[in-house]
């Protein structure tokens, strides 16, 4: 997640539940995030680790047309080579601003030398990839669209199978319950998260996985060791 604007609160952070709700229905795990100021130095440094070390990277912001927009910069020194204009989005922006065209909007058509620009048929304005790394916008309705571009691209590996149980306990009291579950299911991620001021529950609990009969099963040894009267709603 790239830009100033973020990391001074100017600007709340919107597009990390968009991306890890696709990634997810996919069944994919979003492994981290970091965000980092317009620095085109910063930006290749993460971006060359992070690369080296995932699957897939995603970039959010820096691909506008403005002075502090280095993300496309940063790509490219990540990797090594020289940013170029792409004549494909050169030849695009032309003609949608057409007589209004500044240097500015051709900024937006500079790419890292060798990116791909990936389309689908219903998002024809291209989405810059190198290799395993997207350069995607940081406004969250644009950003919001360009994921229907990744998602026809990183395949699909089943969607994770997730449960909820809702409870009245704290998770003081729960503690000993769910380190019982996790010790019997390691392949299941189980979850806590307290709610303050609700009156309907204290703490939820969530269990998720690939294999969906492991996560019933998880999901049902919990809720044989509740107390009774437990639990007060499940999904």
């Not at 990936?118 to 998002?123: G, K, M, N, R, S």
């Not at 669209?145 to 306990?169: E, N, W």
């Not at 704290?170 to 991620?189: Q, R, S, Y």
């Not at 703490?203 to 999901?219: I, P, Q, S």
Request: proline share 5%; glycine share 8%; hydrophobic share 45%.
């Amino acid at each position: 997640m790239i830009g100033n604007e973020i990391l001074s609160g100017k600007v709340p952070e919107a597009n990390v539940v968009e991306l890890a709700r696709l990634l997810r229905s996919r069944g994919i795990e979003l492994r981290r995030v970091v965000m980092v100021e317009d620095d085109v130095d910063v930006i290749a440094r993460e971006v060359r680790e992070l690369a080296s070390t995932h699957t897939w990277l995603f970039t959010s912001g820096g691909v506008g047309p403005t002075h502090d927009d280095v993300t496309v910069e940063g790509v490219a020194r990540a990797f090594g080579q020289k940013v170029m204009t792409s004549p494909e989005l050169e030849e695009m922006i032309r003609a949608h601003y057409k007589e209004r065209c500044t240097d500015g909007h051709l900024r937006m058509a500079l790419v890292p030398e060798g990116a791909a620009l990936e389309v689908t048929d219903f998002v024809k304005w291209p989405t810059i990839r190198m290799k395993n790394v997207w350069l995607l916008p940081g406004v969250p309705q644009i950003f919001t669209l360009k994921l229907q571009v990744v998602a026809a691209h990183i395949g699909d590996h089943g969607a994770f199978v997730s449960h909820a149980v809702y409870t009245q306990m704290d998770e003081g009291d729960l503690k000993a319950l769910l380190d019982e579950v996790v010790a019997k299911f390691p392949n299941v991620f189980v979850g806590s998260y307290p709610k303050w001021l609700d009156p309907t529950y204290k703490t939820k609990l969530t269990f998720d996985g690939r294999d969906a009969a492991e996560v019933g099963r998880a999901r049902d040894a919990f809720l044989s060791l509740l107390p009774k009267g437990e639990p007060q709603r499940m999904e």
